[in-house]
């Protein structure tokens, strides 16, 4: 039953009629019920359903970096959200009927920070090893900068971060990882943030190599 809390101009709550009314950001909102359809969803709906969950699934593992990659996009809005919306038109590869991530396109951060210079990345046993060469200091690319790396492993769908672990002068880091990687295939990324963390630059994707 709807409640009309001050007269027929006031704020109305639950369902009258057709109609439900609820309150939204200080304002009434009215909408139409819900019809569950019989239809059978159409193929372009099947794929935008296989697309978002694929997308959803790589970046939920990857969460507390978005919401800081992405903070400064959101405006309000979850930055999750924000990331997808941004990923989404670049982020897939069709092979015939088989879907798969591009995951040389996908971003987790973007900003004004200066990406590193030629980054590499090198397999160890059980470690991967990050190298980027120096940079001459300006505005958006000082040596305090801190960096974040990520790899992920597709076929044991673990994303791995290190977030603000080192500084850009440092030219390099060494991940640790588990041994039970050896032979997977993973993907390897990173980006740099002003030492205080106000400011983000944008994620790179460095490449995919095979784990020793």
């Known amino acids: 039953m709807g409640i009309l809390k001050s007269g027929i101009h006031g704020p109305v709550r639950n369902k009258t009629g057709a109609l439900i009314t609820r309150m939204h950001k200080g304002m009434n909102i009215v909408t139409g019920g819900y019809r569950k359809s019989n239809k059978a969803p159409t193929t372009s ?9 694929l997308l959803s699934g790589f970046l939920s593992h990857i ?3 978005i919401k800081i990659g992405f903070k400064q996009y959101a405006k309000g809005k979850d930055p999750v959200n924000v990331a997808s919306a941004y ?3 670049h982020a897939f590869l069709t092979d015939g009927t088989e879907l798969t991530l591009n995951y040389p396109e996908l971003v987790y951060s973007r900003g004004y920070i200066l990406a590193p210079e030629s980054p590499a990345v090198l397999a160890l046993p059980a ?3 990050f190298n980027w060469l120096p940079q001459r200091q300006s ?6 900068d801190l960096a974040t790396f990520l790899i992920y492993n597709p076929a044991k769908n673990r994303a791995y971060k290190r977030a603000l672990i ?10 640790d990882l ?3 990687f050896a ?4 993907h390897c990324y990173m980006n740099f943030a002003s030492k205080d963390g106000k400011l983000q630059g944008n994620s790179t994707y460095i490449g995919e190599l095979i784990c020793k």
């Not at 080192?166 to 991940?175: K, N, P, S, W």
């Open 45 to 53: 709906q099947l794929d935008a359903q296989a697309k978002l969950g």
């Open 63 to 65: 969460d507390e970096l």
């Open 87 to 89: 990923n989404y038109n």
């Open 127 to 129: 470690q991967i090893e």
């Open 139 to 144: 505005t958006y690319c000082q040596y305090t």
């Open 166 to 175: 080192t500084d850009r002068y440092a030219q390099g880091y060494l991940f």
């Open 178 to 180: 588990p041994s039970s």
């Open 183 to 186: 032979g997977d295939t993973v």
